[in-house]
């Protein structure tokens, strides 16, 4: 658990309500941009629920809904400094999924805050009881499109680091549009990386390891980073897809430029 002076100290923000959790298929909803998660609307049990109503006030926000927002600085940007309390290297995390990893690193490297964004509530709920259950104080989790996040209120050269693990795969050639690493999105997170930052990426799809390659490469302010980052626990995801017989790629880039 959470100190309990630390949690107090915490910036209090509405609970978000599963009820809200707008997320809809793009046919739904004709003028949403084409998101890269798979629109899915799964119930929440009362375990995650639970954990929804007690955490999110005071380590979780919305990217989308105004009812539970996060802290802004005078220009409109996110306020990395309100929302940890303190000024600290600024990690962004894009689909945590249940949220094991994110715990898992952000534990073992307290000196660095991380914004876990993830799309699907469940895994919203998960992280942030996990947060709770590890007393791990250095993650907030955001509820949403992370790439919404980027584009509106993170600004440039603010980040120390993005992590993107496992994104979708979105097999099929005529969903490769919403795959999340495509050269618009990397050029996109690379600008709000300081210049040195890393940008990490892994899938176990060989065909999107390949696109991803070529996308990272081809990007002019970014450069190989072989090595960099090493250490990455095994994601939930990434278990699956061993037991499965796949293997993963981790494919790291540093902003130079
Ligand atoms: C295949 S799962 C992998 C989860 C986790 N990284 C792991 O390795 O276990 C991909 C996750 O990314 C999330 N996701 C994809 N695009 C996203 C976006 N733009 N913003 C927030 N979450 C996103 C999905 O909802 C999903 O939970």
């Given at each position: 658990m959470l100190p309990a002076a630390k949690a107090a100290s915490l910036p209090r923000l509405t609970a978000v309500d599963p009820a809200r959790d707008t997320f809809r298929h793009p046919a739904a909803a004709p003028h949403e941009p084409l998101r890269t998660f798979h629109p899915r609307r799964v119930g929440l049990g009362p375990v995650r629920q639970d954990a929804l109503r007690r955490l999110f006030p005071g380590l979780g926000?919305?990217?989308?809904?105004?009812?539970?927002?996060?802290?802004?600085?005078?220009?409109?940007?996110?306020?990395?400094?309100?929302?940890?309390?303190?000024?600290?290297?600024?990690?962004?995390?894009?689909?945590?999924?249940?949220?094991?990893?994110?715990?898992?690193?952000?534990?073992?490297?307290?000196?660095?805050?991380?914004?876990?964004?993830e799309a699907h509530l469940p895994g919203v709920a998960n992280l942030l009881k996990l947060l709770d259950e590890a007393g791990t104080g250095?993650?907030?989790?955001?509820?949403?499109?992370?790439?919404?996040?980027?584009?509106?209120?993170?600004a440039p050269d603010s980040l120390a680091e993005v992590r993107a693990f496992f994104p979708d795969p979105w097999p099929k050639a005529r969903?490769?549009?919403?795959?999340?690493?495509?050269?618009?999105?990397?050029?996109?997170?690379?600008?709000?990386?300081?210049?040195?930052?890393?940008?990490?990426?892994?899938?176990?799809?060989?065909?999107?390891?390949?696109?991803?390659?070529?996308?990272?490469?081809?990007?002019?302010?970014?450069?190989?980073?072989?090595?960099?980052?090493?250490?990455?626990?095994?994601?939930?995801?990434?278990?699956?897809?061993?037991?499965e017989g796949r293997t993963a790629r981790d494919l790291v880039f540093r902003r130079v430029r």
């Open positions: 926000f919305s990217v989308h809904d105004e009812a539970a927002p996060f802290p802004r600085t005078p220009d409109g940007m996110l306020d990395a400094a309100a929302m940890f309390g303190r000024t600290a290297p600024l990690v962004l995390e894009i689909g945590p999924g249940m949220g094991e990893a994110t715990v898992a690193m952000a534990a073992a490297d307290p000196g660095r805050d991380v914004l876990a964004v250095n993650v907030r989790v955001g509820h949403g499109d992370a790439l919404d996040l980027v584009r509106r209120a993170l969903h490769h549009k919403r795959r999340l690493v495509q050269s618009a999105h990397v050029a996109l997170l690379r600008s709000r990386l300081v210049v040195g930052g890393l940008l990490r990426t892994a899938t176990d799809w060989p065909d999107y390891a390949d696109q991803m390659l070529e996308v990272l490469s081809s990007d002019p302010g970014l450069e190989p980073a072989p090595g960099a980052g090493a250490g990455r626990p095994v994601t939930a995801f990434e278990r699956k897809a061993l037991a």
